[in-house]
Structures are given as structure tokens and as C-alpha cells.
């Protein structure tokens, strides 16, 4: 716990972070869970307060001239730079337009900032440059304005890219992370944890009989299919990045202050990342997708929704794997294949660092 | 020059930045010079091709519903992290909203990705986020959305900070680097090359009777005086950054395709500013500002604007410093103190790294 000596002043204000607890910045306050959020809510979101903040949306919605904007930016630092299914060029294409698409929002433009290190080949720059502007025009946007900014070897890892996305939000549409209500449907629109163990596979030199490849795509081909569906029924959208399934579901329950029952069985998951995660000692429901939607739905609405999913070629193993319950409110519970009942916790350290 | 084997193709593209020359990133391709414009122009602009993209403007200009808005990116990496006058928080405010006000757009929403480093000190890290909050009170912005990660101890440098903005351009204003025309004068908002300096004396420890501190401030309250005054006959309007006041004067001589002819006397330098770049080797024109704008102006409106600047509390030492002429295109020529003429080209390598 925090005491007076380990707090910092700072012109009239207190760290929100216990000092004595957290001296220094940790690997595991980026990994998107429970030290992610104490970072943002507690440093972040109490510093910058402000009527349009919302740390905990996949980005901010702004009002211009009748038009309402989504806004959101996303850092990339994934490791290795080359990874099957994708590279950090795209990835960082489709992390941006994806949490646009989570509010809601037809991605319009793009910024992209980069800090390399030097000595990076340029090679390898010119090739993910290339992927980078695929990505963008694959998802109908364009890269508008950037940045180039270079470090001195050995204060990088080759290259960082910022992305910052503007979309617009089609009048009607409304998904907030606290519209979740008792009796909703929980909808995932594919295999699950993909992304994470694609990039572990490299990293640990794991081999399977085909290659996994991450899942890296963007979403918002699927969203509008979903919306058109379930038009107001549809009530939230998250992208299960970092801290996986199982951190998403904590926050929107934390948010909406209701909880989830999770089906296991019904969790869509490939049995090649099954198997890793086994070989990793990794839960699936925390590992990082980057091509995953979630829905929650209003239970009359759900099928539909579901159809919609499945009828994009993103979302062909789309399943409904739990819904909104009026108990144990802002946590998420599982029931096991064997049909006990486990609590889904947000993980506290980092399970998986640089995943994207 | 560039040779086939040297070339790369990818996804039927060839490279553009000859790989016998430079095979891997150089700390000279962030330095704002011929290396940054080369790799800007020749990779990015190339690739990311498109109606809005605006890689040599300071920002994009993008139609939302009737309004014209701007959008621009920036990552800051400078080094110390904290310098007299300012932090690397309080800098990523001012790059960015300057770069809006460039356009002529008034700041209205920032976004921020931190990139830390595993082992920052998480007082380092408060003190930052506290400083860069007040640069956007103060700039009347607010910090909607953001993003964190963590790289691994050795792969960063404590913090990286990207902020991309949102302006809206006041209906009447239109500002770009095409518009400069022969006759137009060229005016500075105060003493050149003062944040470079501030920041090189404390990498190299030099000492002043009176301490250096950087000029990092938010100009759109001196550049709504400006427009007020000078309406259409301001023509362009550019914050000399990286590179300084040659390098930016340069890059619009280039996109104009006209020459300037500046006149040193003119020029606002503060003494002690002078002195440290005799002692560092450095030519103030190409040391960064933070906190200074160029405005080119028609001459029946130069004064007026001049007076605009003054009544400005950042523009009291404002100067007229030069004029656009009708020869030698795409060029930058001084008439030095003693009267001769000499040019002042674009840098080809890296006078600072790491100065933003």
C-alpha cells in the first residue's frame, strides 16, 4: 500500500500510484491487464479528465459540425517485426481501424508516426511501408499525414509505429461499453487467441504441422454486417487485443456493472492453439487476437447478429459463447467443459509482452 | 547512385531510396534535413500517395460535414527528457497543436501513445503526464484518447510520446506552401534557434550567466492575431522545427518555386544564443524552435501582421527578415552582415538528433 513518503507531489497534485509499490514502470503495465489499468485509470484518466475522455472506449467520440468523429490512437512495439499472418505495418493498420470500427465508426483516415532506430535495414523499412499501405487500402482508408523520428542504436527495437485513426460514426449507431443489460447475448466472431500464439510460435520456435498465422485483419467490413442486423440491439463492440477475451469481458463488466456467464464449450478455438497454449502454460481467454470482434447483443437479436457474423468471410466460426447475467456484478465467470464454474479474473502481470 | 542489384522489389514496387547508399536507417534521416526529405518523399509520400496526403504541409486537411479539419502527427523522442523550460510532455503538446496551427486550424482534441521503457522511474513518469496535461489547459486541448505500451529495458529510452491533433479551420483561412508569391514578406515570430540551444547546453554542459530555456510554447493565440490582421494576405505559415529556419524556408522555396532572399541583420538571435553556436560549431538558421512561426506575407500587409505578432506576448522580438524574389527557384539566399551573398542550403546530414 501506498504511504506519505512514497507519494509524489506534483504542482498541488499526488501520484495516483503507490510509490512503494511501484517504483518503476513494469513490462507488465502494458500488457492490458489489471497494472495496465491501474496505470491508465489511476495516472492516465484522473490526469487528463475531461468530458470527451474515454480511456476506456476503444476511442473517443467527438462532435464536428452534426458529424460525430471517432478518434482513437495505438502504439506498436510487437516483436519479431515479421511474423506469420502479417508484420507490424499492417498490424498497425488494422489495430487502429479496428478500434474505430469498436465505436461504431467507418474508418476514414490515418496518421502514422515512425520511430526508428538506427541501423534498422532499410530493407526491412521499405518492406513494411509496402504492408503498411496494403493494410490501409485493403480497409478503404487513407494514410494522410505522418512522422519520422530516429534514435540512436540500442534506444529502439528497428522500428515503433504510431497509428491515430479518424472515423466516422453513421448516424443512428450508439455502442458504448455501458449499454450491456441483463439477458444479452455474448458473441465472438471467430476462433479466439490466434494473434498471441502466432507470434509466440516464433518466438519460442515452436512448429505445428500447418503454420499458424496471426489473424490481423480488419474488422469493419464485419461491424457494419452486424450493425445492419442488429441495429439498436447491438450494444457494445470491443476487440479483444492485448489481455485477450478474458480482460475485455472484465472491463466491460466493471463498466456496465453486470456480469457474464461464459459458456466454455462454445468458445470457438483451433486445436493447434489449444495445443500451444498447453505446451505455454497459457489460458486461451487472455491470449491476444487481432481480427476478433465481440458483440453483446439483446438477446432477440442475437441469431441475427450471428448470421450477420458468419455471412463475412472474417466470421465464418462466429458462436455465441455466454451472455450478460444479474450476478456477481463486474466480474465474468465460465462454465467448464465439465460443467464446474471458475471466475475469469483480469490477470494482474503480463502474459504475453510486445504482442503488439 | 542506385544500381539493380542494389534495388528492392516488393509487391511489384521498387524501392526508391538507392540501397547502395544507404542501406540501413542513418540518424541523419530524423534530422529535418535533405536525408529526413529524401526518405519522406521518396518512401512515404510515394507509397501512401493520395488526394489528402499533405507530407510536406504540417498537417492534413480533411472535409467533415461542411468543416475543414486538420490532422497531424508527431512522436517526440528528445533527449534529456526534462530540459530548461520544458519536458518531453509539455514539447508533445506544443509540436503538434503548432503543427495545427500551421495550417491555420484552431486546436481542439490530442491524443497520446507512450512508449516506456521497463525501469522508468515512475515519478519520471507522473511528473511528464502532469506536464503535458498543463500544456493542454493552457493550449485550450484536451487529451481524448490514448494508449500505453511497455518495450523491454534497453529497447527505448524511458519515454516516447506521439500526440496526433484535431483542428478546425476558421471558415476564410486558407493556408498553404504553395501560396508563397514574389514580393511576399518573410516575418519571424522572435530570436531563432533558442530550443536547440537550450537542449545542446545541457548535453554538453555548457553554462551561461543566465540559464537557456527552450522557447516551447503554443503559438495559435499569435497566429489568430496574425490571420486576424493579415486575412488572405497571409500566405503560408510554418513553425521552423528540426531542420530550423533554412531548412523549412528551403523545403517551401521548393514547393513554391520561389526563392528567398533573407537578410542576417534581421534576423532575431539572442546574444548568448549566438555565442553557444560559435562554441557548438552550429549555424543558428538550422537550429530547431519550439515556439516560433514564419509567416509570409503579402508586403502591403507585412507591417500590419508584424504588429500583430508584437502585441503577441510570444512575438515581441518579431522581425520582418527577408522577401520572396523572383530568382533563383527553389533556393534560399543570405545577404550576410558584411554584404556579401551566400546560399543557405538544406543540411544534408544531422546537425542534432534528438532534439524533438
Redesign the interface.
Known amino acids: 500500500m501506498s504511504d506519505d513518503s512514497s507519494s ?1 507531489r ?2 498541488g ?1 499526488v ?1 495516483p ?1 503507490p ?1 512503494s509499490d ?10 492490458g491487464g489489471r497494472l ?1 489499468q491501474i ?2 485509470e489511476g ?2 484518466a484522473k ?2 479528465d ?1 468530458p ?4 476506456l472506449h476503444d ?2 467520440i ?1 462532435g ?4 460525430r ?1 471517432a ?7 510487437v516483436s519479431p517485426l515479421f511474423f506469420p499472418g502479417g508484420d507490424i505495418g499492417s498490424l498497425a493498420v488494422h489495430g487502429t481501424v479496428n478500434d474505430l470500427a469498436m465505436c461504431g465508426a467507418k474508418p ?2 490515418l ?13 526491412d ?3 513494411i ?2 504492408s503498411l ?2 493494410a ?1 487500402k485493403e480497409a478503404g482508408v ?11 542504436k ?4 528497428g522500428i ?1 509505429i ?1 497509428t ?1 485513426g ?1 472515423g ?1 460514426i453513421p448516424e443512428g449507431v450508439d455502442i458504448t461499453p455501458l449499454k450491456a443489460q441483463v439477458g444479452d447475448k455474448v458473441l465472438v466472431s471467430g476462433e479466439i487467441a490466434v494473434h498471441g500464439i502466432a507470434i509466440m510460435s516464433v518466438r519460442e520456435g515452436l512448429e505445428f504441422e500447418t503454420q499458424l498465422e496471426s489473424d490481423s485483419a480488419t474488422l469493419y467490413p464485419l461491424v457494419e454486417k452486424v450493425l445492419a442486423a442488429g441495429g439498436d440491439d447491438v450494444h457494445v463492440l470491443r476487440d479483444p487485443t492485448r489481455g485477450g477475451v478474458a480482460s475485455a469481458l472484465n472491463e466491460i463488466a466493471e463498466q456496465s456493472k453486470i456480469g457474464f456467464l461464459l459458456d466454455e464449450p462454445s468458445i470457438p478455438l483451433q486445436e493447434e492453439v489449444r495445443g500451444a497454449c498447453e505446451i505455454l502454460g497459457f489460458d486461451p481467454l487472455y491470449v491476444a487476437n487481432e481480427g476478433k470482434c465481440i458483440a453483446i447483443v439483446a438477446a432477440e437479436s442475437a441469431d441475427k447478429a450471428l448470421e450477420a457474423m458468419r455471412s463475412d468471410p472474417l466470421g465464418k466460426e462466429a458462436a455465441i459463447i455466454g451472455e450478460v447475467v444479474d450476478e456477481h456484478h463486474g466480474r465474468v465467470y465460465l462454465r467448464s467443459r465439465v460443467g464446474g464454474m471458475r471466475v475469469v479474473d483480469m490477470l494482474s502481470g503480463e502474459q504475453l ?2 504482442i ?1
Chains 1, 2 share one sequence.
Open positions: 509524489i506534483f504542482a497534485a501520484c500510484i510509490l511501484y517504483p518503476s514502470v513494469q513490462l507488465a503495465h502494458g500488457g495496465s496505470l491508465i495516472m492516465f490526469t487528463f475531461n470527451a475522455l474515454e480511456m476511442g473517443a467527438l464536428v459540425g452534426g458529424s468523429l478518434f482513437s490512437t495505438d502504439s506498436f512495439v476514414m483516415a496518421s502514422a508516426g515512425f520511430i526508428l532506430e538506427e541501423g534498422m535495414p532499410m530493407e523499412l521499405w518492406r511501408v509496402q499501405q496494403r490501409a487513407s494514410v494522410v499525414t505522418g512522422d519520422t523520428k530516429v534514435v540512436d540500442g534506444k529502439g527495437d515503433y504510431n491515430t479518424l466516422i509482452p510486445r503488439c
